[in-house]
């Protein structure tokens, strides 16, 4: 079975620009939870998504945004980009009827905020 | 204070070490405990989780979990080179919105 896929592994971006993220669960996993790594924070849970509704929401501020599509697939996207928002941004998904403590993660898309 | 404490290391043992890597909490709601490795430029891999208190073993790997004093472990038996890796715990209160800690660097050298 395919593991949960990120697209694009790299970006770079300027300040004030936005980005989008996308993220393809593992087949037969409906939800899809994203996070942001830093080395000053750590990981830190940005919000889940199951069955197209957000269903739980880390403390960041409305300029992180995400939505699912019918098929589990998620993107996450970013507005007015800050160099603070440089990060390694990871998705992970869980099989239905589990939470976070069977979470399988992608390889992360690095952002790069110039 | 951070909810999760988890020293950064790096931690180096030699191959067939016993290691002990450890994270404190402040939460008392968390009920999740997990324990996750993450290679250099991966994402987080789940090795181990535990609900509530007590040990949980797999293989080489040991988690054992005391509420009472707000402290997890997580032991590898015979640690090879190939755990060489950053050790990331992360809790829970109702299996969502994990708090995960800062990572331990771990070295296993030949």
């Known amino acids: 079975k395919a593991g949960v896929t990120q697209t694009p592994r790299y970006l770079i971006k300027t300040r004030g620009q936005q980005v989008t993220l996308s993220c393809s669960p593992i087949?037969?996993?409906?939800?899809v939870s994203w996070y942001q790594q830093t080395p000053g924070q750590g990981l830190q849970f940005l919000f889940e998504?199951?069955?197209?509704?957000?269903?739980n929401k880390g403390n960041f501020p409305g300029r992180f945004s995400g939505r699912q599509f019918s098929n589990s697939r998620s993107e996450m996207n970013v507005s007015t980009l800050e160099l603070g928002d440089s990060a390694l941004y990871l998705c992970?998904?869980?099989?239905?009827?589990?939470?976070?403590?069977?979470?399988?993660f992608g390889p992360g898309t690095r952002l790069l905020v110039l | 204070q951070k909810e999760v404490e988890q020293d950064p290391g790096p931690l180096s043992v030699p191959e067939g070490a016993i290691v002990s890597l450890n994270c404190t909490y402040s939460n008392s709601a968390f009920q999740y405990f997990m324990w996750y490795r993450q290679y250099s430029r991966k994402g987080p891999e789940l090795l181990m989780y535990?609900?509530?208190?007590g040990n949980k073993e797999d293989g080489r790997f040991t988690a054992q979990v005391d509420k009472s004093s707000k402290y997890i472990s997580l032991f590898i038996r015979d640690s090879q080179p190939s755990d060489s890796a950053t050790y990331l715990c992360a809790m829970s209160p109702g299996g969502y919105i994990p708090t995960f800690g800062r990572g331990t660097s771990l070295i296993v050298h030949p």
């Open positions: 087949s037969g996993h409906r939800s």
């Open positions: 535990t609900y509530s208190s």
């Open positions: 992970a998904s869980s099989p239905t009827g589990t939470g976070v403590e069977t979470q399988y």
């Open positions: 998504y199951f069955s197209e509704t957000q269903r």
